[in-house]
């Protein structure tokens, strides 16, 4: 715990201004490890790959045979009340899923036809079928699975990582976010899920395009060439130092640091983006050069790009997720968009021996009804919102590969076996990171404020 | 005494506290409960053995004498007054038992030997506790007499920095000063020629001049406008998912801009802002204050339910009074008592209780010149719309009569009918979509009988039903050949003139029951509750159940103790970049002590000596020293004290997002200065609005672009970028303090955007119109003190005219890069000096007030 000034303080004495290391290190004195961490870490940056709008875990991770008998026929009774749905339909009518799953990789993790990609790297996925929250609607939900809590305000995941750990990246910001869709835009709220809440801002997430301007602003404005810009810098930086000798104010040289990874990440930003670097192999793998797996894929090659060169988290926001109708169509164009991408990421990890410090996370916000949509009191090809059980996976630093944990009734109504609450997946991600949930704390309006909020126990069940 | 001991002494002194020092009998020093023993007690001990009667473990509490002193289950007592062994504390705080010890190694908690031999001392003393400093009513003391200080404030501070042993700083040079004070008072930068006018002003008030213009500038409503909409939260959206648009919420802001500007009393203030609807014949002014209480959050997505989003939006007005007038953070108190403030979860709800009864809905608040085209239009509306109504009156009041039926039925019967589940739900997420009406007043409309409606009201709701007939209506109503008819009425409306409309409050139609919710679950109610205030603070006056109105008038009666305290060390902490109470959100148990516990007292009684006048606080504020001073840090002031508690120095401050904005537009001649109306949208990349859902940033055209930043748009899911990037806060709860962070973003932000190249642009032209014809270093220094207000120094001079040398020759030598430099740029402006501009307007003394 600690004030505002102090903290302010500390920044400007360091090299570059942000978060060389979290002062939280340094008032946390007791209990940390060699590493800087409460416990030996696991993983060194995270890949957070968001499925938002929540995808349909029947269709794709969690098996229901018993539920084709029951198609079409109303839900049974004992399992819930008829659910009333998010635009207007009464639900009640059991939807089995036509797509077909088979086990697969040694470990015989059962998974659907849709996510071909993917299930051929089984062996290296940890599958939580037992997630639940309480939350229904897109924006608590979402709010919760990133800040943990319903509620605006709050800083993101990637926040609390940086600011536990420190960035180690010198051109780079250590929270980089990376959008896309299938055309129906952005499908949540926005970007509080990478904000920093009450943090400084420059914990928060910043928003890295794949095509056009990178980051916001990074190109010079036309006619300020690089050597124009340089020396932009340099007289800035000579003028500011005269000013620091006059005030005596050290936060003048986290300035001019903050201006010259400014400079550099002008540079940088390009450099992430130039895929020419890569080998034909790698580019086909991930797709980048395809129509329908170019958006996805070249995020999800920046995300390799982002973690090789130091960014501590990294945050895919795939949003077009919240098929409430053409279910199956859009299920087949978002996973083709992104499935043969993201089982590219984990692939290339491993060769590259990256998947061993970098913990991968595939989760949307929640997941969809058993039951099938019905619009304007017509039953439609679609599913509702649905958190009490949906299905996320976990892979790389520290989480058992090849790996089932928990599991749904008959209909994936309800969790039925180890449920694991958004807020015990968020300590267990801080743990495998060597952090305490419990400790890494933010003084704010007179309270030590957690990600965890109240709550969170780690899922020691999938530790390696 | 021994060299050892003596050093001892020496460092025991630099680590006590900033603040006096008492001496006990028998040398030891005296231990005060508040200042001493509290701040360890409540990080250390009260999670468990505090004032949450839930959490509480082994029966014990230690925030009261009773309490820690009582006997305990094991038999022993915590604390026996005087007496150390026998206090079982003491025991259980140097017990190696881990099972024993206190606290237990698994909170992470653990004291330091130094907090250790503060308790001892305190018990041997004989453990007396003191009220918390914050809730005893402000204390009136004569300034200290300093010889050669006069200002209250001076001496305060002065006695103070004298007993420390620490001088003050001298005075800023008059251009410090000036930029200063211009800054702190209208958030702009003073012009050149009122620079000088004060510089050369020899008059002894000449300062006080300058302050008095600047009180009398209606800018200076701008600037604390912005300060106050900070607490209140603004916004020009619903915010959630859809985000729908409020486009008469910036009458709340026009509201409280001129407020300030009218130096309307900050009790009148606040009265107005909590409980306005609620004043014997209030005015459509008054009613409007209660915009204050709109900029809580709106639901519509489908499915969301009505109820839960009501009940969270008086949850954030019941924190956000918490926070803006108590200073306390009430928000921990939803779910559970308050672990460290003397608030229980009764009491929560109880404050809660006072906004459960009131309900959003605008009113009709016409802007100067509209209301008499719209009231003679409206007579000819009235008549041809009752014309075309006439065939199906009776059958149609018919059928508005059995739906106003139906909905009330189903909000006391839901599940029972599908169908009308919705219809009663839509009513409440469509009513006024994208008008910023309240959600909830066509369901109050319907529950006040039709006699007792005001036309306007039945008007409104006939046009809903109009425009959202339910399906089951559908064969009547073309029968009725309503679906002719309606278009018809659209048509007629089309042509009535805008009357505009602002958003208030109104008392609920229909009483809602007060509960306690059980962890804070709005499904859960518990007991039931009514309008109280917390019994810690004095009693609130009233006839009967106190109302929202009392509530306020309670808030600035002359025995409340925080209002005033909180409010001044608000205003202080704008005026010297840290707050009396550092923690200004926070004046509870955990908060920060005062660091002038005497001058803060002194200060609130002087805002309420004077009349609750906000101009006359901070003009004393500004005509002291103590604000004057130089900025400048010092060597033995930064290892002494380095977050500047004692005020020895005046403090450089990172301009806000929105200062940076208009001092760059202002210093570049691009300003557009007009004050007050609807909220505008300056320039920003299309990627930004696509990080939100459905919201498309239009950019405003004309001399809109360059209005000043409290009048940028606020979408909440995707604020305007450059605020974002400078610490602007989340819109969706109240903040008191914002962050100043120092990031790369905000250099590109400057470096790279369009709006802050343009304005270089504009800077060069303007330097190159006003000194046409002069040398390279007399033009030098026009820009120079355009941007700082300031002469350069040699050794500046020569470097930028050197940079300016080096740009010119790189845009001789590429001719397509100078004219890309000079796109749209004024004629006849020089591509170098382009240059030279966006490095003054990056400099890091123009981004701050020093």
């Not at chain 1, 973690?307 to 795939?318: A, D, I, K, S």
């Not at chain 2, 002894?204 to 213009?213: F, I, L, M």
């Not at chain 2, 550092?582 to 200060?603: C, I, K, M, Q, Y």
């Not at chain 2, 004629?827 to 990056?842: D, H, I, K, Q, Y």
């Amino acid at each position: 715990m600690f004030s505002m000034p102090s903290r302010r303080d500390f920044l400007a004495g360091t090299s570059h201004g942000i978060g060389a290391m979290a002062l939280w290190h340094l008032l946390a004195r007791e209990g940390l490890t060699a590493t800087g961490t409460h416990s030996a870490p696991r993983a060194k940056n995270v890949i957070f790959l968001f499925m938002m709008g929540g995808q349909s875990q029947l269709d794709l991770y969690d098996p229901k045979p018993k539920m084709k008998e029951l198609n079409g026929q109303p839900i049974p009774a004992h399992l819930t009340m008829a659910k009333k749905s998010a635009t207007g339909g009464i639900l009640e009518t059991v939807q089995a899923s036509p797509r077909k799953f088979q086990p697969y990789g040694q470990c015989g993790m059962e998974l659907s036809e849709l996510i071909p990609h993917t299930a051929k790297m089984a062996d290296e996925i940890c599958l939580i079928r037992s997630m639940h929250c309480e939350q229904a609607n897109h924006d608590p939900a979402q709010l919760l699975m990133h800040c943990g809590t319903p509620l605006f305000g709050n800083p993101s995941m990637g926040c609390w990582v940086n600011y536990g750990l420190g960035s180690e990246c010198q051109n780079m910001p250590g929270y980089l976010v990376l959008l896309s869709d299938d055309g129906h835009g952005i499908e949540g709220a926005g970007s509080s899920l990478w904000g920093s809440g009450f943090m400084p801002s420059n914990y928060r997430g910043v928003s890295f395009r794949n095509s056009g301007e990178p980051v916001l602003h990074i190109q010079s404005p036309r006619g300020i060439s690089a050597a124009t810009q340089r020396a932009r810098l340099d007289v800035l930086q000579d003028l500011n130092q005269i000013h620091q000798k006059a005030t005596g104010d050290a936060e003048i040289a986290s300035r001019i640091a903050a201006y010259e990874m400014a400079f550099r990440m002008q540079s940088a930003a390009p450099e992430l983006l130039d895929f020419g670097q890569e080998t034909a192999e790698t580019r086909a793998m991930y797709g980048v050069d395809a129509d329908q797996t170019r958006s996805f894929g070249s995020n999800c090659l920046l995300a390799r790009r982002m973690v090789e060169r130091g960014v501590r988290f990294v945050h895919l926001v795939h949003s077009t997720w919240d098929h409430h109708g053409d279910l199956t169509r859009r299920l087949q164009l978002n996973c083709g968009m992104t499935d043969q991408p993201m089982a590219a990421l984990l692939q290339d990890l491993k060769q590259r021996g990256l998947l061993d410090e970098t913990l991968v996370i595939c989760a949307g916000e929640f997941g969809r009804t058993p039951m099938g949509e019905v619009r304007r009191g017509v039953q439609s090809d679609g599913r509702d919102h649905h958190p009490f059980a949906f299905s996320i996976w976990m892979a790389g630093a520290g989480v058992k590969a090849g790996h089932v944990h928990g599991a749904t009734d008959d209909f994936g109504y309800n969790v039925v076996e180890k449920p694991v609450h958004v807020h015990d997946l968020q300590a267990t991600i801080l743990h495998l990171l060597g952090i305490n949930h419990e400790q890494l704390t933010y003084r704010h309006a007179g309270r030590d404020y957690r990600l965890t909020d109240v709550a969170g126990k780690v899922v020691e069940d999938i530790l390696a | 005494m021994t060299h050892r001991s003596l050093g001892l002494l020496l460092f025991a002194l630099m680590l006590a506290p900033l603040t006096n020092r008492e001496v006990a009998a028998g040398d030891e020093p005296a231990v005060r409960f508040n200042r001493d023993v509290l701040p360890i007690l409540a990080d250390q001990c009260f999670a468990c053995h505090g004032f949450d009667n839930a959490k509480r473990e082994a029966g014990l509490r230690l925030d009261s004498l009773a309490g820690s002193s009582a006997v305990l289950e094991s038999g022993t007592r915590a604390i026996v007054p005087g007496d150390l062994t026998a206090s079982e504390l003491w025991k259980r705080i140097n017990s190696d038992d881990p099972e024993l010890v206190m606290p237990p190694p698994a909170t992470g908690h653990r004291l330091t030997p130094d907090q250790k031999e503060t308790l001892k001392r305190w018990i041997e003393q004989g453990a007396k506790y003191e009220a918390h400093w914050a809730f005893v009513p402000p204390h009136a003391e004569e300034p200290p007499v300093v010889a050669g200080v006069n200002h209250p404030i001076d001496r305060f501070i002065r006695a103070r920095l004298a007993a420390e042993g620490v001088g003050p700083a001298p005075a800023a040079d008059r251009a410090t000063l000036i930029r200063r004070v211009t800054l702190d008072l209208t958030g702009l930068p003073p012009t050149l020629l009122e620079v000088d006018a004060f510089v050369n002003d020899t008059r002894p008030d000449a300062y006080e001049r300058v302050v008095q213009r600047l009180l009398s500038s209606e800018h200076f409503g701008e600037r604390w406008a912005r300060w106050w909409l900070d607490l209140a939260h603004y916004g020009d959206s619903d915010g959630y998912l859809q985000d729908f648009l409020r486009p008469v919420a910036w009458r709340y802001r026009q509201w409280v801009v001129d407020a300030f500007n009218r130096n309307l009393s900050f009790d009148q203030f606040t009265i107005q802002q909590l409980a306005g609807d609620l004043l014997p014949n209030a005015t459509a002014s008054e009613i409007m204050g209660t915009g204050f209480l709109r900029n809580t959050l709106s639901n519509r997505e489908g499915g969301a339910d009505l109820e839960e989003y009501r009940v969270n939006q008086v949850l954030d007005r019941t924190m956000t009074l918490g926070t803006t007038w108590l200073g306390l953070t009430t928000g921990c108190a939803q779910c559970h008592d308050h672990k460290f403030d003397p608030i229980s979860q009764r009491e929560y709800y109880q404050l809660y209780a006072f906004f459960n009864n009131a309900d959003e809905a605008n009113i009709d608040a016409p802007l100067p010149g509209e209301r008499e085209a719209w009231e003679t239009a409206k007579k000819e509306y009235d008549r041809q719309r009752a014309e075309l109504l006439a065939p199906v009156a009776e059958p149609f009041a018919k059928l508005l009569a059995d739906w106003e039926q139906k909905i009330l039925y189903t909000e006391t019967h839901p599940g029972e009918d599908f169908a009308w589940d919705r219809t009663l739900e839509l009513l409440g997420l469509q009513w006024g979509q994208s008008l910023g009406e309240g959600q909830l007043e066509g369901l109050n409309i319907i529950k006040i009988p039709l006699a007792e409606r005001t036309p306007r009201q039945q008007e409104r709701l006939i046009d809903y039903f109009l425009h959202a007939v339910p399906a089951e209506y559908s064969a009547r109503f073309n029968e009725l050949k309503l679906n002719e008819i309606v278009p018809k009425l659209d048509a007629l409306a089309k042509n009535l003139p805008t009357l505009s409309r602002a958003p208030g409050l109104m008392k609920s139609t229909a009483r809602r029951h007060n509960h306690i919710f059980v962890r804070g679950e709005y499904l859960r109610p518990g007991d039931e509750v009514s309008p109280a205030t917390p019994a810690s603070l004095p009693a609130i006056q009233s006839d009967g159940e106190p109302t929202r109105l009392d509530l306020a008038r309670w808030l600035v009666s002359p025995e409340h103790p925080l209002t005033a305290r909180v409010t001044v060390n608000r205003l202080w902490q704008e005026l010297f970049g840290r707050g009396i109470v550092a923690t200004s959100e926070n004046f509870g148990v955990r908060g920060d002590r005062p660091a002038h516990p005497e001058l803060l007292d002194w200060l609130a009684l002087e805002f309420q000596r004077e009349g609750w006048s906000v101009k006359s606080i901070l003009r004393t504020i500004v005509l002291s020293e103590t604000y004057k001073q130089s900025s400048a840090d010092r060597p033995e002031l930064a290892e002494r004290d380095p977050l500047n508690k004692l005020v020895a120095r005046q403090a450089r401050l990172r301009l806000s997002g929105e200062a940076v904005r208009d001092c760059s537009l202002a210093v570049s001649g691009l300003l557009n200065p007009v004050v007050g109306g609807p909220s505008v949208k300056p320039p920003q990349p299309a990627s930004v609005s696509k990080e939100g859902y459905a919201n498309v940033w239009v950019a405003s055209t004309g001399p809109d672009r360059y209005r000043r930043g409290i009048y940028t748009f606020i979408q909440r899911t995707s604020p305007y970028a450059q605020f974002v990037t400078f610490d602007m806060p989340d819109a969706s709860r109240s903040c008191t303090r914002r962050e100043r962070s120092n990031t790369p973003l905000q250099a590109l932000n400057l470096l790279n955007d369009p709006v802050f190249f343009e304005a270089a642009q504009s800077l060069a032209a303007r330097v190159q119109r006003e000194a046409a014809g002069r040398s390279d270093a007399e033009r030098l220094n026009h820009a120079f003190r355009l941007v700082l207000l300031r002469e350069p120094l040699p050794h500046e001079s020569t470097r930028l005219l050197d940079y300016l040398g080096i740009q010119r020759k790189l845009f001789e030598q590429d001719a397509p890069a100078a004219k890309d430099v000079l796109r749209d740029a004024p004629p006849g402006t020089e591509a170098g000096w382009v240059a030279l501009a966006s490095v003054l307007l990056n400099l890091d003394e123009f981004l701050h007030r020093e």
